[in-house]
Every structure is written in structure tokens, then in C-alpha cells.
């Protein structure tokens, strides 16, 4: 399951030596020095997974996961720790300050990749390659196919991933701008009507096999995959 992965390292040498080995295991590595310039890169683009040591010049691993999970937009992306200390007290304010994970240096590339795997796995199924059943339509990543009934449905590749994300988030309101982080990772480069567009091309999809109960707008806030009408 490849993903976006931002790694928030001053050490330079285990910055490379992180993305050498997340790049190799098939993810796109985004690199940050400091939390300032973290900060900036995730205004942008919304990683799928921040890898964050936890001492940095300036503000802290721990302050800037503190502010990540205080900001709306930056409360579910999934945090991973990176710390040198392996006392009890710091893990405890570790996972406190909202960090999903924590990885105490120093640490296998193995190791690391599977952590991930495993965040990845509870915290966005939608970048997963496990098939989803839901409200009568099979979506399988690996082979790209979706299934309602015996019909097969025909998506592009922005209404597959846009069908997954909501598969994998069944009956919540999401916002266009929610939707343009976690499907297009890009909220500032694409415009919200870009969001109807598809939307409305999935639904044509998606018509003939299942009518139009699956994919509602919610007025004034956005789109709900609904598993029953
Ligand atoms: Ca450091």
C-alpha cells in the first residue's frame, strides 16, 4: 500500500537513511528539517502518515504534534514518533500529545516499514489493498475491480479511489475540502468543484447497477457513501 509519508528529521543522515528505506518499500517520502517546515509542506499537502522525531530545533516533535492534532484539518493524519529516550514517562506523554505510534532509535528498517503498515491499516483503509464490501458493491484494489452484483461497474481511476475513500468511511459527511486532502492529497491546487465533478461521474457509474441511494449530498456539507437508503 503505497503512501505519502512526511519525515520530520534534522539528522540528515537518518532522514536519508528513512526515506532510502520507505522509498524502497514503495512510498512517496516528502522530507522536512524542522517543524516550521512541516508545518508549511502539510498546509499544502496532507501527507497520509508524519514520521516525527521527537527532538527537533525549535519546536518539538511533541509541541508540533500537539498542534496537529488541535487543527481540524490535521486531526486524523496518523503520527508516528520517533524518539531516543525509551522511559516510560516520555511514551506515556508520547501518545498523549496524540501520536498513534512510537518508534524508539535505534530502530530497524523493518521495523519502521511495518509500523507504518500497521498505522496505515487502522487508520486508512482506503490505502490499503484489502478488498471492501459494502451496501451490495465489492471494490477490490488489487485488480481495480468493482463489483455490485453481477454487474461490473466501470470507474476511472479519481472515481475508483473516490468510491474506496468512501467505501472505507461509510455514512459520514465528508467536505469537499476533506475529500480533496485525503483523495486528490492536494487542497490547494485543486478547486472544490473539481470534488462535484467526479462525484457526479461516480454516480453515473454506479446508476445502473445501484440506482442513486449510495452516494448522498448533504446540503451545505458535503458527500455520504450510505450503505442502505
Ligand atoms: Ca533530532
Given at each position: 500500500m503505497p503512501a505519502s509519508i512526511l519525515v520530520v528529521e534534522d539528522e540528515p543522515a537518518i532522514q536519508e537513511l528513512i526515506a532510502i528505506n520507505l522509498e524502497h518499500a514503495g512510498h512517496t517520502v516528502l522530507r522536512a528539517l524542522d517543524a516550521e517546515q512541516a508545518a508549511r509542506m502539510v498546509r499544502e499537502v496532507l501527507p497520509d502518515v508524519i514520521l516525527l522525531d521527537w527532538m527537533l530545533p525549535g519546536q518539538s516533535g511533541l509541541e508540533f504534534a500537539r498542534r496537529l492534532r488541535d487543527d481540524e484539518r490535521t486531526r486524523t493524519v496518523p503520527i508516528i514518533m520517533l524518539t531516543a529516550r525509551g522511559a516510560e514517562l516520555d511514551r506515556v506523554a508520547g501518545l498523549e500529545s496524540g501520536a498513534d505510534d512510537y518508534i524508539t532509535k535505534p530502530f530497524s528498517p523493518r521495523e519502521l516499514v511495518a509500523r507504518i503498515k500497521a498505522v496505515l491499516r487502522r487508520r486508512s483503509p482506503q490505502l490499503t489493498e484489502e478488498p471492501v464490501e459494502q451496501g451490495g458493491?465489492?471494490?477490490?484494489?488489487?485488480?481495480?475491480?468493482?463489483?455490485?452484483?453481477?454487474?461490473?461497474?466501470?470507474?476511472?481511476?479519481?472515481?475508483?479511489?473516490?468510491?474506496?475513500?468512501?467505501?472505507?468511511?461509510?455514512?459520514?459527511?465528508?467536505?469537499?475540502?476533506?475529500?480533496?486532502?485525503?483523495?486528490?492529497?492536494?487542497?490547494?491546487?485543486?478547486?472544490?468543484?473539481?470534488?462535484?465533478?467526479?462525484?457526479?461521474?461516480?454516480?453515473?457509474?454506479?446508476?445502473?447497477?445501484?440506482?442513486e441511494r449510495h452516494i448522498q449530498t448533504v446540503r451545505g456539507s458535503g458527500y455520504r457513501f450510505a450503505i442502505k437508503p
Open positions: 458493491i465489492r471494490l477490490d484494489p488489487v485488480t481495480h475491480r468493482v463489483r455490485a452484483g453481477e454487474a461490473t461497474l466501470d470507474l476511472g481511476p479519481t472515481e475508483f479511489r473516490l468510491l474506496h475513500f468512501l467505501m472505507t468511511h461509510p455514512e459520514r459527511v465528508h467536505s469537499r475540502a476533506q475529500l480533496l486532502d485525503k483523495v486528490w492529497g492536494d487542497h490547494v491546487f485543486v478547486e472544490e468543484r473539481t470534488v462535484d465533478v467526479h462525484i457526479r461521474r461516480l454516480r453515473q457509474a454506479l446508476e445502473p447497477a445501484c440506482g
